[in-house]
């Protein structure tokens, strides 16, 4: 038999219809106290809530990945990439941190030695193969470069434009074994001509036999006329050993370059020189050894158990 | 005996609604998933008499509007279970052949969910709540139809069980 209702259940009907309307013109008015019973519905369900998703959360994880199998292994593969492309952005960022420093302290040394130089970036090494020691840099003759120009780093003379091209130059490393510069002590003023020995290594042969040179002397180019190939002050290398024999026409002395060829980044082409010579200003400061700290230890003896007894 | 099926009713209810809010919504079923409470609700109102099923719904539609998840205003779900729950009671009271049958439950319980979303819907839109795209809201309907003919047939027995012991075992399925 099918409900039929009465007026009693009519009535409850009515009343808990007006009842959920009184709710809904409480609410929309914005009466206080719904709010509250809201709030504290769910501040007591919080830690209902929190329970509950720490159990369904190995659940929930199985669903989405069967749900997101397809787009799961989509976003993997974007992630990779995006991943390769993030560390791509790094190491341009590494090296672009690494040319940038090189590029403050070649422009440094310049100022200091008031050259007008023409930036550049090493763009490739030079074939060994052949027993050469060459650089290509990106800079060529629309940037005013010329063959028989100096090249220097931040730490100092790098080698001379052997070949200008419209657009890069080649660079004979000071290290090549076909290498020669007039060179002078810093201080002593006594010169000499280093050359390249194919490796970091050059050889000074001093002209003054008497000269006395010591370890660690600063090396500095002597110049050439109107500073080509080489223009004065820029800083070689320091002395590391010193030949000394006896019945030797000249004095030699091995010379450790400054400069570190295996590590150009970015060179500077010294396009003018300075009207005077900068003498020994360019001479790199000496490092300062790190100081190390001494500990001192005292042994304080204790007191012996008789007198403690 | 009135005091006595609400103080055995209303635990069993917020003990649904505890499922509901602490479980059921952190599982994050795909095209909306299912409201337990609102599958509860129905199926309880099916097996009872229009009055109890309105006050059922009144009951329940009122924990639902205390729901954080409820976007409308107190009594938004309240008005509307009311409704739902006094037709699915009382297109199933009387008629034992409905009632008899777990399948006119489900079939009454399915339809009375989705009655119950659309019915929400539109009050929400007379009370100025944005749905969004009407597409999303059929899907989400389809959806939890689809959630809710899975899961009311797994919970019929124990809703029938609970409500035999409330009410007395002669409206046990």
Partial sequence: MRYGGDNRGRLLLIVLIVTSLFLITLDLRGVKVIDGVRTGTQTALTPVQKAGSWVVSPFRTFLSDVTHLGRTRNQIEKLKADNDALRLALLNRKVADAELAQLKSVLDLAGKGEFKVVGAKVISQGSTTSFTQTITIDAGSKSGIRSNMTVISGFGLVGVVKIAYENSAVVQLASDPAFRVGARIAGSQEIGILSGQGTRKGVLQLLNNTTDVKVGDAILARGSNNGRPFVPGVPIGEVTAVDNSAGAVTQTADVKFYANFSALGVVAVVVSSPSTDPRDSLVPAKPRPTPIPTVTVTATPSASPASNG | ?173
Avoid: K
Avoid at chain 2, 49 to 75: H, N, Q, Y
Avoid at chain 2, 138 to 164: D, E, M, N, Q, Y
């Fill in chain 2, 1 to 173: 005996m009135i005091s006595r099926r609400f103080f055995f009713s209303f635990p069993i209810f917020f003990s649904v609604y505890l499922l509901q809010e602490g479980f059921v919504t952190q599982m994050r079923l795909p095209v909306g998933g299912f409201s337990l409470i609102l599958i509860f609700t129905l199926a309880w109102a099916s097996m009872s008499t229009p009055e109890i099923g309105a006050v059922t719904g009144f009951g329940a539609g009122l924990l639902m509007d205390l729901s954080e998840t409820a976007p409308g205003p107190l009594g938004h779900w309240t008005l509307v279970l009311i409704l739902i729950s006094f037709t699915v009671s009382f297109l199933s009271y009387g008629d034992d052949h409905a009632r008899a049958n777990p399948l006119s439950i489900v079939f009454l319980v399915v339809v009375g969910v989705v009655g119950a979303q659309i019915a929400f819907a539109l009050l929400g839109l007379l009370l100025g709540q944005a749905l969004g795209n009407i597409v999303q809201v059929l899907f989400i309907c389809l959806g939890t139809a689809f959630w809710s003919a899975i899961v009311t047939p797994l919970i019929l027995p124990i809703i029938s069980r609970l409500h035999a012991l409330v009410f007395g075992t002669a409206s046990r399925i």
